[in-house]
């Protein structure tokens, strides 16, 4: 059973735009959503991650949207750049647990 | 930190071989994940350890597989015997409080 479905599969955008990969959850006892990003031939990297009580995190130009009536998040990555084309994972967790419950992946290039 | 360290970083082997995958969790970590991932099924929890004692080990596909952890400071995962559809990218992570961070992963490549 898949918790976790993201989308899309695959994102192309031209540098500067703002690529948005969508995750949306099942379980409403999961309280912790992180992203990762991963370059070929590399582990995932958390990227950014937030909990249910903000609606919004930022760090640099990569921002989660958190809409938790909906079950959904979604990553923004503001001003992209070439550099940013990897596959972006979503995740969930319910603390305690520690399971980490991942998204399908979104392979976005960023063209110049 | 050096942060998670795997080996090997990439193996090579023969059906029916063992196949030992070692790690190497952040130190003061109390928690240790293995995943594999694959085109097929993406990422995929084997099994997960928080402070030396396996906590699940559902998402272990078969007997074949196995893990341990010894003590806080390695953990290994073990095929025995190897079969081709085992060939993926494996995958330890390490966590302290929920962030939980990957090592660079093992190719292995069974023929």
């Known amino acids: 059973q898949q918790q976790v479905k993201q989308s899309p599969q695959s994102l192309i955008v031209q540098k500067g735009g703002i690529p948005i990969i969508n995750c949306a959850y099942e379980n409403t006892a999961f309280d912790y959503f992180p992203w990762y990003q991963q370059f070929p031939g590399k582990g995932p990297a958390l990227l950014i991650a937030?909990?249910?009580?903000?609606s919004e995190k930022k760090e640099g130009r990569f921002t989660i949207s958190f809409n938790k009536s909906a079950k959904q998040f979604s990553l923004h990555i503001m001003d992209s750049q070439p550099g940013d084309s990897a596959t972006y994972f979503c995740?969930?967790?319910?603390?305690?647990?520690?399971?980490?419950?991942f998204g399908t992946g979104t392979r976005l290039t960023i063209i110049p | 930190d050096a942060g998670v360290i795997q080996s090997p970083r990439h193996e090579v082997t023969e059906m029916g071989q063992e196949v030992t995958l070692r790690c190497k969790p952040i130190?003061?970590?109390?928690?240790l994940f293995w995943y594999r991932q694959t085109m097929m099924r993406g990422l995929e929890l084997l099994i997960y350890f928080n402070n030396n004692v396996p906590i699940d080990d559902s998402g272990m596909p078969e007997d074949r597989f196995s893990a341990k952890m010894p003590n806080a400071s390695f953990s290994t995962l073990k095929i025995q015997p190897s079969e081709p559809r085992d060939s993926a990218v494996y995958f330890c992570?390490?966590?302290?409080?929920?962030?939980?961070?990957f090592g660079p992963g093992t190719r292995l490549t069974v023929t």
């Open positions: 995740a969930a967790l319910r603390r305690g647990n520690e399971k980490l419950t």
């Open positions: 130190s003061g970590h109390d928690y």
């Open positions: 937030i909990r249910p009580d903000v």
């Open positions: 992570a390490s966590s302290f409080r929920t962030e939980q961070y």
